[in-house]
């Protein structure tokens, strides 16, 4: 008996870049034996969370989202803890979670991984109750993901380098009380991640060693450092060695806390929210299953 599949199509993905023949690639590369197939397009912002949801209440068995790590995010936390399967096919700017699975980022190859079926279960995050699949943060990637993802502001690669180099140079570190059990710790930081996965997007580790099915998260700090020794950032964060900055911290945990000064900037798989001072930090485990090569 054939599974009901149903791809959900962000048509503005990345650097709006999807082919006009993608559903005819779907039809001549999914295998339609295993599956009855359905095709759905996002219109409107939070129109990607609504199909999701109706999917799970008709029981469709395979959720696909097509787009980015915010798609992704917006389809996925929709199937946590559901008999509903995520798989992906990668059309975004960074792809980072699809990267951590080493899903192929053409969609052709993609759609073979969604045909063979292989399934795993994983580990999702929560901070004040909101899901995130891949990596959270506060701070400078969060002050990022809130201009990179302005409407006004160009995607792809190059552009979110020439920001982040443009931004660098004047974000000020802020000032963090971190609770872990019985213990608190302040810290002068210019981000702190809490990654489930191993990176941000292409290819930026910051947390190289995570695991995503081990039911904990890394707490990943870059402190405040000199301006000086930026280039040395950007080197280990690309070759997978940021573990050994003198200024980057790391730790596991299932949950704790995070206090600031002033609510602000929380990023979840790279979209920006605006959340309290106060942070509760949590990994929900096994809670979803996704298709992966």
Known sequence: MSKKLLFIINPHSGNNS???DIESIIKATLDKEKFEFHIRYTKYAGHAEEIA??????????IVAIGGDGTVNKIGKNLINTDATLGIIPTGSGNGFARHFKI????REAIKTINHGNIETIDTGIVNGQNFLNVAGIGFD????NL???KDHKRGFMNYARLVIKEVLKYKPETYLIKTGDQENEVIANMICFANSSQFGNNVFIAPSANIQDKMLNICIIKKFPLWRI??????LFNKTIEKFPFYESFQI???MI???NHGLVQLDGEPFEMDKKLEISVNPASLTVLVP
Do not use: C, G, M, W
């Open 104 to 107: 192929p980022l053409t969609i």
């Open 53 to 62: 949801q109706s999917a799970v209440e008709d029981e469709f068995n395979v």
């Open 231 to 236: 280039p040395e950032t950007v080197y280990r």
């Open 148 to 150: 990179f993802n302005n």
């Open 259 to 261: 206090s600031r000064h």
């Open 18 to 20: 999807l082919p006009k």
């Open 254 to 256: 299932s949950n704790l």
């Open 142 to 145: 969060a002050h990022i993901s």
